[in-house]
Structure formats: C-alpha cells, structure tokens
Nanobody, 127 residues
Framework: QLQLVESGGGLVQPGGSLRLSCGAS????????IGWFRQAPGKEREFVVG????????GYGDSVKDRFTVSLDNAKNTLYLQMNGLKPEDTAVYYC????????????????????WGQGTQVTVSS
C-alpha cells in the first residue's frame, strides 16, 4: 500500500524556519515525480516545489523561490522541505504528493498531475 506521511508543521514567527518531512512507504520516491503543495483556507491548492522522476528536474513556485529548498534522502525514502524566511502568507496546510504516470524531466506543477497524497501538515506563520 502506497502511503505518504507529512510531519514537521507548527507555529513559527515571521522570518523563522521550519523543515517539513514526507516519509513514503510501499514505494520508492526516487522513481516517482514528487512535490509539495499547499492550501490556505478558501484558496486553491498551490504548487510549491516539484522534482521530476529520478531527479531530472526541480522547479519552485514563484512565491517560495529563494526561500524554500527541497531535498530527497533516498536512504530514508523521505522528502524534505526546508522553509526559511517564512511569511504570514505562507500559512497553509502543506501536502506532499507523488505520481507514477509521467516519463519525462518536466516538473509537474498542478495537483491533478499527482495521484498519491499525504494527509497534510499545518504551517502557521504568526507573531
């Protein structure tokens, strides 16, 4: 059974940092397109960052570029999202996602491109 489990969310002050983790079971993340999305109340799910299959390409959403960094630990089969310089507008539920449908180095940036999702972890940026 394929499963993704996020952790690491919490409350942080503006300018602070958090590291989110997404552990996978039942499959190897390295062979999937993987990504992070977020969804704030009343808004659509937003692309944060994606890695195409086998690390062929990485892309970031414009709102997080230069502040967030994605990494994949193949030994732990875990995807990380290091978030620095957090802003109140980063407040959202963060989801990791994976897909086995694609065979290219194009980074998938829309939610419908992914068929496997975690349950999400809440990140709140507030003073």
């Amino acid at each position: 059974q394929l499963q993704l489990v996020e952790s690491g969310g919490g409350l942080v002050q503006p300018g602070g940092s958090l590291r989110l983790s997404c552990g996978a079971s039942g499959f190897s993340l390295d062979y999937y397109d993987i990504g992070w999305f977020r969804q704030a109340p009343g808004k659509e799910r937003e692309f944060v960052v994606g890695i195409s299959r086998s690390g062929g390409g990485t892309g970031y959403g414009d709102s997080v570029k230069d502040r967030f960094t994605v990494s994949l630990d193949n030994a732990k089969n875990t995807l990380y999202l290091q978030m620095n310089g957090l802003k109140p507008e980063d407040t959202a539920v963060y989801y990791c996602a994976a897909s086995s449908r694609w065979w290219s180095e194009v980074v998938r940036t829309t939610p419908r491109d992914y068929e496997y999702w975690g349950q999400g972890t809440q990140v709140t940026v507030s003073s």
